[in-house]
């Protein structure tokens, strides 16, 4: 039996993650809807499910503003750029790093989690930054890191 490679699933599942963000946040910009509005509404009669007003900020930055969306998409791109990899970024120690790859997965579930479209993202990538925690847990490294230290000066 085989041994699963845990930074190779990670890698896989976060690259699907990330362009189902980007796509979550193109729908997001013309659907906009806070996920998360029906904790604390209003029920009104004609109206509906209004939410709470502690809610306003994100409103504004997903409704009014699509400022959490374009973010989202950024941050998508990016992370697919590193995942894939981008040219540049095929040699560099960014690329080499899984720390940073937590990172930013924690940061695009945290944007994708509060508007609508960006729920089953969040929930993909949230998988995929535990499977590199433990990809970090195992010491597991990348093929490339030897050739990619070589290049480097041993670094």
């Given at each position: 039996?085989?041994?699963?490679?845990?930074?190779?699933?990670?890698?896989?599942?976060a690259l699907t993650a990330s362009i189902y963000a980007v796509w979550a946040g193109f729908w997001g910009l013309f659907y906009r809807k806070f996920f998360w509005d029906f904790i604390g509404g209003i029920l009104r009669n004609p109206g509906g499910l209004q939410p709470s007003p502690k809610f306003a900020v994100f409103i504004m930055l997903i409704v009014k503003f699509?400022?959490?969306?374009?973010?989202?998409?950024?941050?998508?791109?990016?992370?697919?750029?590193?995942?894939?990899?981008?040219?540049?970024l095929g040699s560099s120690r960014i690329y080499r790093s899984l720390a940073l790859r937590i990172v930013l997965l924690v940061f695009q579930v945290a944007l994708n989690i509060l508007y609508y479209?960006?729920?089953?993202?969040?929930?993909?990538?949230?998988?995929?930054?535990v499977c590199y925690a433990r990809a970090v847990a195992l010491g597991e490294k990348m093929a490339q890191e030897k050739e990619n230290r070589a290049k480097d000066g041993g670094v």
């Open positions: 039996m085989g041994k699963l490679v845990w930074h190779e699933y990670a890698r896989f599942t699509p400022i959490i969306q374009s973010v989202a998409i950024l941050l998508g791109f990016w992370i697919i750029a590193l995942e894939f990899p981008f040219l540049p479209q960006g729920t089953n993202a969040a929930i993909w990538s949230l998988i995929a930054a």
